[in-house]
Structure formats: structure tokens, C-alpha cells
């Protein structure tokens, strides 16, 4: 049984650039409509890696920030490595109330990162969080039609008793809170995840109208992933010292290629190498070049006869190649796949646009490899230079609401295309704008009908004016009674919340007075106390005196009692 091939990230991202072509999304999830190819070097030699037509930077295609996140991991990783992470949690958020509508993802995006920011800075000023890394993610709800914003992050809360608080003021402040006590196992594996605010696994299934909403993202540019102050400020410091001077020539390096690159079409007739570098297949290293793909060939017209050619040339002109001498003929040189084969005046179609050119001027172009000459007959484009008359008049009266007078040389600046000579006969035929909209007058007959009809308009209409006005007022009034009304209760209980406060102030005052009462008797007691422990070591130290004295007369009067007992019994008796 054949296992079915699990589709990559790339592919999906594809698929759904696919469906916005298909519904007409602006702007274009392309960047451009040559494809990209990776031509492989090295033990692959001779493979090439398909690549598709570039897609623009959204976060909708993670291939276009993949590198960004991976960077990110990494340095949460090392972040984590170094740091005490027992109190660290991950807990999801949810956007407060409701699911968002299609029509309402971009505001409610501001309103969820202006909700987060102000509970987060509660949770800060009462729980001691600290915040290090959060991300938003968006999906979309196919039973209720609505999408669901949510986001997860990670924190830091020491202590139980605070993270319980957090967790109560969290299930408050969202519709949904998960915020279980598991700690974080895997840094890079949870930055990575962060960063996939779409899962086009499921992006590919959305309806259109929910793909096209999340595409309009691309115009405002929210704020998906955040870093907290701890985890910024160690990557602030792990930042290498940049050289002053350096720096300012890379500056300078970029601006003078900005301002030196060429900004026309180029002659896209053959594939265009990008970079070379190495690239990562599966668990392989490989090197390997990028390639942009030339142009496609247009369809040739047909034979025509040279006096027809020259009385209306081709779209895009004919390129003839002719060796200039016979060694280039008698030459074996093996060709590119987009050079023009060596033949004698072979007459091939230019898969390249000679727009740059003006009408029947000649130019003369050498092809890099020096196969031969190119002899280049260019010709006015059909849908290229030729201009109709009704983008003529349009151009003119858009010139002339500025302010300015059309000619063949606004007219020329403003479209782009077009010779003069077309325009200026085009213009012949333009009329202002203001003239066309002078109007005949009227026939004195239909005045005075004219005039009795706008005065039972003008009568019917104040009437009913008259009315709505009556009626807003009377509603006007209702409204401003209900307030009064409102605000007369508000201030009868906000006069019941004084006069609370004022009882529990009192009571307060009444308990501090005791406690103050308490503690000084408490004091008073103490220095009995220590009164005591003194008088009882001052008499301790007495018997102790005592004892000694005691001690030492003892041993004396024990010796005389027993020399009278002696005398006594040497005595004869009586």
C-alpha cells in the first residue's frame, strides 16, 4: 500500500497563493512572475530544485520568515540555558467576549494587543509577571464562520499565591484563559511554534472570504510576536560591538547601489543567477545557485512579407544573428540552452521586450558569450506603445483638473506610452470638462411650472423636516430625562459610598488606636520582663555567693563536733 506524501509547508503556502490569484487579491502574493529555481553543485551536480514564482513577505507564508524565527529560537534557547527557569509557565489567552468576524479581523488584532498590554501591566504592578516571549495566532472557526485570535506566551511568576492571582485576574479579563502549572520543556521548539501565526495545513481549507481578510493583514502590519524586557535586554547584550566606521561604509555601499541600480526591464532573456550559497535538504547540506527564469517566449505571429513588416512591425521586432567571422563559424563552442543556434541569418523571435526603444530606430547588441552579432529591428508594441483615444481624453482631463494644460508631452508623462503624434491627433478631438458640462438654456415656459413644483417640494420637505425634527426632540428629551434620572441614582449611591467609606475610615482609625494601645502594653510588659529576668539573675547570683561561703565554713565545724564527741566518750563514766 503507497504511503501518501505528506505536503510541506512550501507547498501549502503555494496553494494558498494560488487561491488568491484565483480571487483577484491585491496586491499580488507574488513578487514577481519568474519562477525561482536552486541549481545543485557538488555530488548533485545537475539537479535542479523547483522552486516556484517568489512569494511576498507575509506572515500567511512562513518560508519568508523562516530564517528570522530560527534566529529567534536559538537565542530563546540560549536565553533559557542560562537562566533559573523553575518558575517559568506557557498559558494561552483568548480575544475577550467574541469570535471576530470577517470584516473585523484587523480591529480587533489592535484592540486584542491593546487589551494585552493593559492587563500585562496590571499583572506586572500586583503579581510581579515578567513577561518573555509572546506570540498571536489566528484560525479560523468553520462552525461558526467567525475567526478565533488567541495567543501564548511565556512568563515569570515567583510563588504560587501570585501566579493564582494572575490566573484569576486572566480568566476575568478574556473570554478563555488556559493556564495550566506545566513548565516549559522545549525553548527552541516553543519560539519556533510562536512564530506560526497561520497553519496553512488549515489556511488551504479556510473559505475565500476568510483568506482574503487574512491576506488584507499585509496593509497594516500588526505586531505577532513580541519579546519580553528580560529576554530583549540579554539580546541587547549578546549583540557584538559594532565598528562606527564600518558601519557607515556599509551605509554608503548600499546607498550607492540603490542609487546606481538599474531600474528598466532588462533583457530577461536568460536565466538570472541570484546568490550562491548552501542549502539544506532534508538532513543534507547542499551548494547550490538560485536562479530566476527568463521570460517566456511569446507566440510568433506568422510569416509575414517584408514590405507588410515595414509598413507595421512586429509586437516585439526580429532578432537576426550573423557570425562576424569564420572562425566563430568553424568554432565548436558548446552553447547555453538560452543562447540562439549557430546558423547562418537564422531568424528567431526575441523572447526579450524592446520597449526601452523608440519606433523604427536601429541598435546593435552584443551577446555576452560573443556568439556573434545581434541585429535588432525594434517596432512600435501594439499593446505596448500604442495609446486609443480614450485614454488620451482621460489623461487630459486629469491634467486639466490640476490645473494644466494637455499636450502630447503631459499626456506622454502621465500614461507612460504612446507617440506623439498619435496623441496630438487624438487631442484634436478633446473637449474641456467644464464645456461639456455647459447645459442649454431653459424655455421660458417651463419656469413657472418648474418653479411651482420646487415650491411644494420645498413646502413638503420642510413639513417633514419640521416632524423629524419633533420627534429627535422628544427623544432628545426622553434621553436627557433618563440621564438625570441615571445620574440622580448614581449620586445617591455614590452619597451611600461616601458615607460607607466615612464608617470604614473611622473604624480603622478606631482599630489603629487599638492595636497602638495594644502594642504599648505590650511594651510595658516586655520591660517587666526583662525587669524580672534582671532581679532574678541578680538573685541567683546572690545564692550562688552564698553556697560558696557556705562551702567553705563547713568543713571547720564539722572537725569540731567531731573532737567533742571524742572527749566526751573518753571520759569515765560517773
Not at 473585523?104 to 491593546?114: I, M, T
Not at 459610598?497 to 478606631?510: F, H
Request: glycine content about 6%; overall charge positive.
Amino acid at each position: 500500500m503507497a504511503t501518501r506524501r505528506r505536503r510541506s509547508e512550501y507547498d501549502h503556502a503555494h496553494r494558498v497563493a494560488r487561491r488568491l490569484v484565483h480571487a483577484n487579491a491585491e496586491p499580488s502574493p507574488y513578487t514577481d512572475d519568474r519562477p525561482l529555481y536552486v541549481a545543485l553543485h557538488g555530488e548533485r551536480d545537475g539537479e535542479r530544485l523547483d522552486l516556484g514564482m517568489p512569494l511576498r513577505a507575509h506572515r500567511m507564508f512562513p518560508t519568508k520568515s523562516r530564517s528570522r524565527a530560527h534566529r529567534l529560537a536559538t537565542a530563546f534557547a540560549n536565553f533559557a540555558a542560562t537562566a533559573d527557569q523553575s518558575d517559568w509557565r506557557v498559558w494561552t489567552i483568548h480575544y475577550p467576549s467574541r469570535k471576530t468576524e470577517i470584516g473585523g479581523l484587523v480591529g480587533d488584532l489592535k484592540r486584542f494587543n491593546r487589551r494585552i498590554n493593559t492587563v500585562f501591566g496590571q499583572l506586572r504592578k500586583h503579581c510581579k509577571f515578567e513577561l518573555l516571549i509572546i506570540g498571536i495566532h489566528i484560525d479560523w472557526d468553520r462552525s461558526m464562520g467567525h475567526f478565533d485570535i488567541h495567543a501564548h506566551f511565556v512568563y515569570i511568576i515567583p510563588g504560587d499565591k501570585l501566579r493564582e492571582e494572575a490566573r484569576s485576574r486572566l480568566m476575568t479579563a478574556f473570554s478563555r484563559a488556559h493556564t495550566p502549572d506545566d513548565k516549559l520543556r522545549t525553548p527552541h521548539g516553543f519560539a519556533i511554534y510562536v512564530f506560526r501565526t497561520f497553519k496553512l495545513s488549515r489556511v488551504v481549507r479556510w473559505r475565500s472570504e476568510a483568506v482574503l481578510a487574512a491576506w488584507d493583514l499585509i496593509n497594516h502590519r500588526p505586531r505577532y510576536v513580541r519579546t519580553g524586557r528580560a529576554f530583549a535586554e540579554w539580546r541587547r547584550k549578546q549583540r557584538p560591538v559594532v565598528d562606527v566606521q564600518q558601519q557607515q561604509a556599509a551605509r554608503k555601499t548600499r546607498e550607492n547601489r540603490k542609487a546606481t541600480r538599474y531600474q528598466g526591464t532588462g533583457w530577461d532573456h536568460r536565466d538570472r543567477p541570484l546568490v550562491r550559497k548552501t542549502w539544506k535538504i532534508g538532513e543534507e547540506n547542499v551548494p547550490g545557485t538560485l536562479f530566476r527564469s527568463a521570460r517566456p517566449p511569446l507566440k510568433a505571429a506568422g510569416p509575414a512579407s517584408p514590405t507588410a513588416a515595414n509598413r507595421n512591425p512586429p509586437a516585439f521586432g526580429d532578432t537576426t544573428q550573423s557570425l562576424t567571422n569564420d572562425r566563430h563559424a568553424a568554432g565548436t563552442r558548446k552553447m547555453s540552452t538560452s543562447s540562439i543556434a549557430e546558423s547562418e541569418r537564422t531568424r528567431v523571435t526575441a523572447p526579450f521586450e524592446l520597449a526601452g526603444f523608440q519606433r523604427s530606430v536601429g541598435a546593435e547588441v552584443y551577446r555576452c558569450n560573443h556568439d556573434g552579432r545581434l541585429q535588432v529591428t525594434p517596432a512600435r508594441s501594439d499593446h505596448m506603445n500604442y495609446i486609443t483615444k480614450i485614454e488620451v481624453h482621460d489623461a487630459a482631463d486629469r491634467i486639466d483638473s490640476d490645473g494644466q494644460r494637455p499636450s502630447a508631452k503631459t499626456v506622454r508623462a502621465l500614461v507612460g506610452r504612446g507617440s506623439f503624434t498619435t496623441i496630438d491627433s487624438h487631442l484634436q478631438s478633446w473637449v474641456p470638462r467644464d464645456q461639456r458640462l455647459e447645459l442649454p438654456p431653459v424655455p421660458e415656459g417651463l419656469t413657472t411650472t418648474v418653479s411651482s413644483v420646487i415650491t411644494d417640494l420645498w413646502h413638503i420637505s420642510r413639513a417633514a423636516v419640521h416632524a423629524e425634527t419633533a420627534a429627535q426632540i422628544e427623544r432628545a428629551n426622553a434621553n436627557v430625562a433618563e440621564a438625570r434620572a441615571a445620574a440622580q441614582h448614581a449620586g445617591e449611591k455614590a452619597d451611600r459610598l461616601a458615607d460607607e467609606l466615612r464608617a470604614e475610615r473611622q473604624r480603622s482609625a478606631d482599630l489603629e488606636k487599638m492595636i497602638a494601645k495594644r502594642d504599648q502594653q505590650i511594651e510595658e510588659y516586655v520591660d517587666c520582663v526583662r525587669q524580672w529576668q534582671v532581679e532574678d539573675a541578680r538573685k541567683t547570683g546572690e545564692i550562688e555567693s552564698l553556697q560558696r561561703l557556705v562551702a567553705q565554713f563547713a568543713p571547720a565545724a564539722t572537725d569540731k563536733r567531731k573532737g567533742a564527741k571524742k572527749d566526751a566518750a573518753e571520759q569515765p563514766a560517773a
